[in-house]
């Protein structure tokens, strides 16, 4: 089955009256004829979070890649990766998708010179970091066997 997969961001809005930049992201991984991995993400978009949208870039492009890696990892076996998925699919990808967003924007805002905002409590800081970078994900992989959808955020 041929399937055609096509996104586009748009600008919201209260984001054109506030002149604030679009911070949603996607992509899509074409594996094969009959294997998809899609991604959104949302960039939080408050004056808290000023670094969404690369927060958002972030977030689809490591849920492609990690779920191209177990693609690959399970070629020719689905039924092993759909029961993995099943299983684990809410805790081990969430973790690895969240360590793997994590380690990216600390190299990224370390890359950039940004600051490293005030913190409340001693230890504290990358989690401060993090939250500059606020997004949402979604994800979705299509194989001819299965669908498995993923959320992380609101």
Not at 24 to 42: E, R, W
Not at 80 to 87: N, P, S
């Amino acid at each position: 089955m041929v399937r055609s997969v096509f996104g586009t961001s748009v600008q919201g809005a209260s984001h054109i009256r506030s002149s604030k930049e679009c911070q949603d992201s996607h992509k899509k991984l074409v594996k094969d004829t009959d294997t998809v991995i899609l991604a959104v993400a949302d960039g939080h978009g408050s004056d808290a979070c000023p670094y969404s949208k690369t927060g958002s870039y972030a977030a689809v492009n490591v849920f492609c890649k990690i779920m191209g890696d177990y693609l690959d990892t399970y070629a020719g076996r689905m039924e092993m990766l759909f029961t993995f998925l099943k299983r684990e699919g809410d805790t081990k990808l969430a973790q690895e998708i969240d360590a793997e967003w994590k380690r990216r924007i600390l190299r990224l805002h370390t890359r950039c010179k940004r600051e490293m905002p005030p913190y409340r409590e001693r230890g504290k800081e990358k989690e401060e970091v993090y939250k500059l970078y606020g997004s949402t994900l979604l994800g979705l992989v299509l194989t001819k066997e299965f669908l498995f959808a993923f959320q992380l955020g609101d």
